[in-house]
């Protein structure tokens, strides 16, 4: 048991690229240039308003410029094409970012691959992913470029180590499984038809859990000393869960009492002590996520604006 495992705070490394970004940003407003980002949202899904919001607001905080787009729900692909090729167009749009789900009706391949990919700051359009994977300079995702950074500023060593990933996405697992072979790692890469998965991930000097499971990667499935990046979300809605996760943590039965629901990740918390360091949930990875748009819109605004 390792009682002393580093918290790798995802805050305050979000934080200290925000700073960086507003830098930048204070540098190309004095060019004249305001970096702008549009943000369409089709519909009503609460939890995406709040996210969508938090977005717009960070913007602002930042000095540059955004704007939404509310798309009603029973939008049609050619319509969102239509919003998109517009969009693209406008010179003063560094860059688009399409927040997803969309309803059923309507096309999110044709969608994504519509948007210009110098302004595509999620990183998701197949240019960019290619650009990733061919190791040039690429608008890569946000998640998994926030996962690198907190890597990067926490002093954490990459190359020559042994880097699992549970979770192949094409927004999470497979952007991090190449991002980590870029810097150097042994990655493996591992999936729900994996066979022994815990064979895997007790060999991970690195752990990357990108599942969707609550508390999936249990304590015997690490290798003490390890490196744990929880980068799942899941929210926990009943009070034996919370008590199994979290046992005897007054913070969150408070937490729970007062809310109803705690957040928990991908990896069960009772494996942080084993590890050298980890990212909690929340404040860990899903800090960065905002921070890395930013980031991606500045960056995007300096390329297509020739700085
Ligand atoms: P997806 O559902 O797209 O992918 C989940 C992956 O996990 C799949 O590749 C799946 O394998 C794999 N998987 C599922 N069950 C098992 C299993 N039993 N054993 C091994 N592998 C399994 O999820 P995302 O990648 O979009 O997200 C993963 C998690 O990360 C979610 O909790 C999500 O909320 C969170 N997330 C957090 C973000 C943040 O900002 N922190 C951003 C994005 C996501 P297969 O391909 O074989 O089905």
Redesign the pocket.
Known sequence: MNETARVLNGIEIASAIKAEVGEQVRDLRMAGITPGLAVVLVGHVAASEIYVRSKVKACAELGMHSEMHTPPETVTTEEMLELISTLNQRDEIDGILVQLPLPKQVDTRRLLEAVSPDKDVDGFHPINAGRLQSGQPALEPC?PAGIMEILRRSSIPVAGKHAVV????D???KPIAMMLLNASATVTV?????VD?PHYTRDADLLVA????PG?VTPEMVKPGATLID????RLTEKADVDRFFPGDATRAKQFADRGSTLVG?IDPGAFARSGAYTPVPGG??AL?IAMLMHNTAKAARARRGR
């Open positions: 998640t549970v979770g192949r996405s927004i999470v697992g591992c999936h729900s038809k994996t998965l990108a599942i969707g499971r999936f980068v799942g979300i899941n991908d990875v899903g996520t």
